[in-house]
């Protein structure tokens, strides 16, 4: 469960990152700047992009800062770290496989039994954390992938108030990555279905925001537009369409082929 109520503060930094994260146009971007942003917002030794794929006990990790978080501790690499998270029986992943919120690794395992187990001395140990927190954007149960965030540290766990930002830093980043993912519409297609239905632009890439799952207010957020004006939009779109709602215009545009 979400700790205490934001301060002004830490609302106003978020809306700044939503902002900034709003001009991304691929993934990599969108996630090179999250981190630095998050990174500093959050407070955390180092900060990681994750990709898994746990059929094939992968994971490709992205940090923040590219160097100095990592100790010198032998021969140990982020890479292998990344193949021991991805492993089944890792704790993270069995609690990912339950739920989509925010966690820790405190909030599902004692510290004291973590760090005595053979995965800590294994995975994490080497590197030197002790103490994570998952920030999940989108996870696929029946292929076992996904991507998401991670905050890393050695040496104090994450307060009540730190993991009130994750919480909210996750609606953020998963309007802004399922925006990235929402297939660009055609010109010929667009343009033909501005002559023949009277739709404009922005209602065409409203109505594709919205096949990809995005509420209103995560679309004005990406638009940088008011949930108000996306309304009138979707209400515009629906009379010209001749429907009266979100599933009837999304199956309507995909049938058509104004949408995949």
């Known amino acids: 469960m979400p700790g205490p109520v934001l301060s002004e503060r830490d609302q106003e930094r978020i ?40 059929h094939r006990a992968t994971l490709r990790a992205k940090p923040y ?7 010198p501790h032998e021969v140990t690499s982020l ?10 029986n890792n704790p993270m992943v069995v609690e ?3 739920r989509t919120a925010p966690f820790n690794i405190s909030s599902i395992i004692p510290i004291k039994e973590f760090i005595r187990s053979e995965f800590y001395r294994l995975g994490y140990m080497p590197i030197g954390i002790r103490y994570q927190a998952i920030l999940p954007i989108q996870l696929n149960r029946e292929t076992l992938t996904g991507f998401g965030y991670a905050f890393n540290r050695s040496s ?11 919480y909210a830093l996750q609606s953020v980043l998963t309007a802004h990555h399922a ?16 002559n023949n239905l009277k739709l404009t632009r922005r209602e065409l890439e409203i109505l594709s925001f919205m096949a990809s799952g995005m509420t209103a207010v995560a ?5 940088r537009i008011s949930p108000r004006t996306v ?8 009379s010209k369409l001749g429907v009266h709602d979100r599933l009837e215009a999304v199956s309507y545009c995909r049938q058509i082929g104004l949408l995949p």
């Open 15 to 54: 809306l700044e990152l939503g902002w900034t994260l709003a001009g991304a146009r691929s993934t990599e971007e969108l996630a090179a700047t999250a981190l630095e942003k998050m990174h500093r917002l959050v407070g955390a030794d180092g900060t990681s992009f994750l990709q898994a794929d746990l």
């Open 65 to 71: 800062p590219t160097e100095g978080w990592i100790p």
């Open 79 to 88: 890479d292998r770290f990344a193949r021991k998270f991805a492993h089944a």
């Open 96 to 98: 990912l496989m339950r």
């Open 156 to 166: 104090k766990d994450f307060t009540p108030d730190e993991m009130s930002r994750v």
């Open 179 to 194: 925006a990235l993912q929402a297939q660009r519409i055609p010109d010929q297609q667009v343009e033909a279905a501005c």
């Open 219 to 223: 679309i004005g957020h990406r638009l």
């Open 231 to 238: 309304r009138k939009h979707v209400e515009n779109s629906y």
